[in-house]
């Protein structure tokens, strides 16, 4: 008897449990998706943000998607405001509900920020305002640098930022150049294929050439091999960005990534074939060094004997330099970043010239007077004033990235504000960069006048120009950038003039970085 009643309440009490355990994830579950976002919501307006109400589970997502949808069906004319096409519900909701407004990705709260000393404070306050999670599998594409916070963030950032430093970089032009020449040949190879004898004239999709120009730079002066003999990895990590941008536009249901979706399986293979082809050329290039070969002066080289160094003046101790897997995911974002920033920016400042062609003449005039038709060195590019006003300019109008975002941990201040924990905080770029407020009646026209005296000057020494970034985390490679694409710029106006064919349809898009959806197709014309 007393057998059967210790069964009967050992019974009732596996039964409890279990009723608390589903009891308990209902709760959350109910929390998550209706009561947190509600409370959130209330909190926002009575701080005086306004929005779209809350719509349980995917928020504005649905909606975001199908007016991006429709948005990308055509194209639009030249003069025309690239940010409906862009970003059109945001555009929506900030003309609907003002700039400080917040829409809803998913069951989470994105509040505008665009008042630049709001936005200085975001970030300078590395701890106050992290970076978001977003869905983990997105994390395959890259995470490095960019991604880190807190200790590991400062270690990384002393390690790589000696492959970063202006003398490093002068080294690394003759690189530029040689990758540029070799691009231009081909231009010119393809006119002569085109036309025959009149070599003259020549119709070219420059798009995919300058992506494949700026990943063989950084083929070259990260990796030292060349873009034929890293297309593989380019192509891989092309795509992988691709299925990441899908997964950004998703709700993240937790362990979701471990399901075996078609997204998923793919984006596991691309790692992993990524990840062997990088640990290969690690592996080689650690042998090559610990053997006491010289030579090894690209950022891997310098990047890797930073981290030796490193572990040396700790006593060898492997645990405070990076990893081998930190490594690799650090080769992995100089892939990426480093080809699509700089492809981005040189793409928009080929069709602003071809549009603009008295700037495009400035320019030239600028780049023969500095060069001749000589090989630009580092000196001369640093010289280049009117080339220099022309791409702040194009980073302005088309910054690379449309949107800084960030998190908020804990109720925090900002200004006036108070900000509850379990918001985002997104700082949308392109609309701060084309504010009337911040840039005056013409901010949305191409005026590199503006820039005449410096970024300082024509911000007014605000924080409303920031394409790569600002403050402690502004982008390491923006130099880089700069100098591979006044290279590329000096080399293309020293021997081509060039404008916009009638094939050419506007229609810019964003997958993680903004470029043309249809390429770029220009009428080239030999300049002598």
Same mark, same amino acid.
């Given at each position: 008897?007393?057998?059967?009643?210790?069964?009967?309440?050992?019974?009732?009490?596996?039964?409890?449990?279990?009723?608390?355990?589903?009891?308990?994830?209902?709760?959350?579950?109910?929390?998550?998706?209706?009561?947190?976002?509600?409370?959130?919501?209330?909190?926002?307006?009575?701080? $005086?943000?306004?929005?779209?109400?809350?719509?349980?589970?995917?928020?504005?997502?649905?909606?975001?998607?199908?007016?991006?949808?429709?948005?990308?069906?055509?194209?639009?004319?030249?003069?025309?405001?690239?940010?409906?096409?862009?970003?059109?519900?945001?555009?929506?909701?900030?003309?609907?509900?003002?700039?400080?407004?917040?829409?809803?990705?998913?069951?989470?709260?994105?509040?505008?920020?665009?008042?630049?000393?709001?936005?200085?404070?975001?970030?300078?306050?590395?701890?106050?305002?992290?970076?978001?999670?977003?869905?983990?599998?997105?994390?395959?594409?890259?995470?490095?640098?960019?991604?880190?916070?807190?200790?590991?963030?400062?270690?990384?950032?002393?390690?790589?930022?000696?492959?970063?430093?202006?003398?490093?970089?002068?080294?690394?032009?003759?690189?530029?150049?040689?990758?540029?020449?070799?691009?231009?040949?081909?231009?010119?190879?393809?006119?002569?294929?085109?036309? $025959?004898?009149?070599?003259?004239?020549?119709?070219?999709?420059?798009?995919?050439?300058?992506?494949?120009?700026?990943?063989?730079?950084?083929?070259?002066?990260?990796?030292?091999?060349?873009?034929?003999?890293?297309?593989?990895?380019?192509?891989?990590?092309?795509?992988?960005?691709?299925?990441?941008?899908?997964?950004?536009?998703?709700?993240?249901?937790?362990?979701?990534?471990?399901?075996?979706?078609? /997204?998923?399986?793919?984006?596991?293979?691309?790692?992993?074939?990524?990840?062997?082809?990088?640990?290969?050329?690690?592996?080689?290039?650690?042998?090559?060094?610990?053997?006491?070969?010289?030579?090894?002066?690209?950022?891997?080289?310098?990047?890797?004997?930073?981290?030796?160094?490193?572990?040396?003046?700790?006593?060898?101790?492997?645990?405070?330099?990076?990893?081998?897997?930190?490594?690799?995911?650090?080769?992995?974002?100089?892939?990426?970043?480093?080809?699509?920033?700089?492809?981005?920016?040189?793409?928009?400042?080929?069709?602003?010239?071809?549009?603009?062609?008295?700037?495009?003449?400035?320019?030239?005039?600028?780049?023969?007077?500095?060069?001749?038709?000589?090989?630009?060195?580092?000196?001369?590019?640093?010289?280049?004033?009117?080339?220099?006003?022309?791409?702040?300019?194009?980073?302005? /109008?088309?910054?690379?990235?449309?949107?800084?975002?960030?998190?908020?941990?804990?109720?925090?201040?900002? $200004?006036?504000?108070?900000?509850?924990?379990?918001?985002?905080?997104?700082?949308?770029?392109?609309?701060?960069?084309?504010?009337?407020?911040?840039?005056?009646?013409?901010?949305?026209?191409?005026?590199?006048?503006?820039?005449?005296? $410096?970024?300082?000057?024509?911000?007014?020494?605000?924080?409303?120009?920031?394409?790569?970034?600002?403050?402690?985390?502004?982008?390491?490679?923006?130099?880089?950038?700069?100098?591979?694409?006044?290279?590329?710029?000096?080399?293309?106006?020293?021997?081509?003039?060039?404008?916009?064919?009638?094939?050419?349809?506007?229609?810019?898009?964003?997958?993680?970085?903004?470029?043309?959806?249809?390429?770029?197709?220009?009428?080239?014309?030999?300049?002598?």
């Amino acid at each position: 008897m007393e057998v059967s009643i210790s069964l009967s309440i050992l019974s009732l009490c596996a039964k409890l449990i279990w009723i608390i355990i589903v009891v308990t994830w209902i709760w959350r579950v109910v929390n998550w998706v209706w009561l947190r976002p509600k409370r959130l919501e209330k909190y926002l307006k009575k701080q $005086g943000f306004k929005g779209t109400p809350y719509r349980v589970l995917f928020g504005d997502l649905k909606e975001s998607s199908k007016m991006m949808k429709e948005a990308k069906s055509k194209p639009i004319n030249l003069s025309d405001d690239v940010v409906p096409r862009i970003i059109p519900f945001l555009h929506l909701t900030v003309n609907k509900y003002g700039k400080d407004s917040f829409i809803w990705i998913g069951p989470t709260p994105r509040v505008n920020i665009t008042n630049p000393e709001h936005v200085k404070d975001i970030l300078m306050k590395l701890g106050d305002f992290p970076k978001p999670r977003v869905n983990p599998i997105v994390y395959l594409l890259a995470t490095g640098l960019s991604d880190y916070e807190g200790e590991k963030w400062v270690k990384h950032r002393r390690i790589i930022n000696q492959a970063f430093h202006l003398e490093k970089l002068k080294h690394m032009v003759p690189a530029f150049y040689v990758s540029c020449n070799e691009m231009l040949t081909k231009w010119e190879q393809l006119m002569v294929k085109q036309n $025959g004898n009149d070599k003259e004239f020549g119709e070219i999709d420059v798009w995919p050439y300058l992506q494949n120009l700026t990943g063989d730079v950084i083929s070259r002066t990260a990796f030292g091999s060349s873009y034929e003999e890293a297309k593989a990895l380019f192509q891989l990590q092309k795509e992988q960005a691709e299925l990441a941008n899908k997964a950004i536009q998703t709700v993240y249901i937790p362990g979701w990534r471990f399901l075996p979706t078609k /997204l998923n399986k793919r984006m596991k293979q691309i790692d992993r074939q990524v990840q062997t082809l990088l640990k290969e050329l690690i592996n080689k290039r650690e042998k090559a060094m610990r053997a006491g070969e010289a030579g090894h002066d690209d950022l891997l080289g310098i990047m890797m004997e930073s981290n030796f160094k490193e572990i040396k003046e700790h006593g060898n101790n492997k645990n405070v330099g990076m990893s081998i897997r930190d490594v690799i995911e650090e080769c992995k974002l100089f892939y990426f970043a480093g080809q699509e920033t700089t492809s981005s920016l040189l793409v928009w400042t080929m069709v602003l010239l071809s549009r603009f062609p008295h700037w495009q003449a400035r320019a030239r005039d600028e780049v023969l007077q500095v060069f001749g038709d000589n090989t630009p060195d580092f000196e001369g590019l640093s010289h280049l004033k009117v080339v220099t006003m022309i791409l702040y300019e194009v980073l302005r /109008l088309y910054p690379p990235a449309i949107f800084i975002n960030r998190t908020v941990h804990e109720k925090t201040q900002l $200004g006036n504000m108070s900000i509850p924990a379990g918001v985002e905080l997104s700082i949308p770029t392109i609309l701060v960069h084309c504010d009337r407020e911040f840039w005056g009646e013409d901010a949305k026209e191409f005026n590199p006048e503006r820039f005449a005296e $410096g970024v300082s000057k024509a911000t007014k020494g605000q924080v409303s120009f920031f394409p790569f970034g600002w403050g402690p985390r502004i982008c390491i490679g923006q130099n880089f950038a700069l100098i591979e694409a006044k290279m590329a710029i000096a080399l293309i106006l020293q021997r081509f003039i060039f404008e916009l064919s009638p094939a050419y349809a506007h229609a810019p898009i964003t997958v993680l970085i903004l470029q043309p959806e249809f390429g770029a197709h220009l009428i080239l014309q030999k300049r002598y």
